[in-house]
């Protein structure tokens, strides 16, 4: 089977192009620190081949072998509607090295993916702009803000849980989603308590329904208020943040029972 080594010198890589036999695409698992090493399908011959993206114009992919690390353009017309897709998805990667690669996350999940890139955490006495877990399969969203009195008396007990018992877990986050429509009093209060969770402006920013839509379908009204969501934003609980934790904890079990139970012997 040629997929690889499509990078050949002069004709021959057009004759490649052209004549190479038709392969069907497998689906092509989306890893949690992106690649931009992938299969691609010229859709004029059906025929694939594996290389790395590593520049883009209007015109062209630039796709690079594998194995010389030639890099040679490719016309984006000739792509798949799927690597079209994929490649408006990850342009903001394109480029980037592998060292810088492997700190990144792709989001797989709709509430990973809407939040990506619109957080805030606490770092060194600043709030700057930082992601989350993005990739967990459960997030307690946590609509909070600074000029709330029940919001500053019971924030202690969350931070305590949160460092106890979700900072080290890899299947859940908290993300505070902020009332607060002053952004200096959403800073303040995010940096004098050391908040170890992303902050979502929830309250600051226009337009919601564009930036996180899923964030205000599951605003409950009252504040303080927790919602247990899965990873596509569905509700799932509400209630304390022990009790969420406890939640998850009950559905992480029933889960590994199911997958117990399902193993032959």
Not at 186 to 215: C, H, R, T
Request: proline fraction near 6%; glycine fraction near 6%.
């Amino acid at each position: 089977m040629i997929v690889s080594r499509f990078f050949m010198p002069g004709v021959l890589t057009a004759m490649f192009l052209a004549f190479a036999p038709s392969f069907p695409a497998a689906q092509q698992e989306e890893p949690d620190i992106p690649s931009m090493t992938r299969t691609w399908t010229n859709k004029e011959t059906g025929a694939t081949f594996q290389a790395r993206l590593a520049g883009l114009n209007s015109v062209n992919a630039i796709m690079q072998n594998i194995f010389t690390k030639k890099k040679i353009p490719f016309p984006l017309k000739k792509l798949s509607k799927e690597d079209l897709e994929w490649i408006d998805f990850h342009k903001e990667l394109v480029g980037k090295t592998d060292a810088e690669l492997a700190k990144m996350v792709i989001p797989k999940g709709i509430m990973g993916k809407q939040l990506k890139g619109l957080t805030y955490r606490e770092k060194d006495g600043r709030f700057i702009k930082m992601d989350g877990k993005w990739n967990a399969r459960y997030f307690i969203l946590y609509y909070s803000a600074s000029w709330c009195g029940p919001c500053r008396a019971s924030l202690p007990r969350n931070l305590e849980v949160y460092r106890d018992k979700i900072a080290s877990r890899k299947d859940l986050e908290v993300v505070l989603c902020s009332m607060d429509h002053a952004l200096e009093g959403a800073q303040k209060w995010a940096v004098s308590n050391k908040m170890p969770w992303p902050v979502f402006l929830f309250g600051y920013l226009d337009n919601l329904s564009k930036e996180s839509p899923l964030i205000r379908k599951n605003y409950p009204g009252p504040i303080p208020s927790l919602v247990l969501v899965d990873a596509n934003g569905n509700k799932i609980a509400s209630g304390s943040m022990d009790g969420l934790v406890r939640k998850v904890e009950e559905l992480a079990s029933a889960e590994k029972e199911k997958q117990t139970a399902a193993e032959p012997e």
